[in-house]
């Protein structure tokens, strides 16, 4: 099988404590291209442990919300993965941890 030729762009220095791992290894599923964390914000409710949601269709792939604590992130994807397939991929990485 060949190897995924996805990367991971660090366009800030910081992230959601875990998230950076999280994101290797979509990297390395077969259909991911670019996976770009971005905006960082707090939100009200308290999320213990790390979870990451396929939020909505971007040109070219999809945008996801990683959340842990009181914090979020988005995280951009580039993938020519469906939804489904996406949301199936991100499951197995958190499910594995």
Known sequence: MAEASGRLVWNHSTHLPGLIPVLERLTQQDGIGTVTPARIGTTRSNIPTL???????????????ARKGKTFQEV????????AALEEAVGRILRKG
Do not use: A, D, W
């Open 51 to 65: 979870t990451l949601k396929v939020s909505v269709p971007i040109r070219g792939g999809f945008k996801l919300i």
């Open 76 to 83: 951009f994807v580039l993938t020519q993965l469906s939804q």
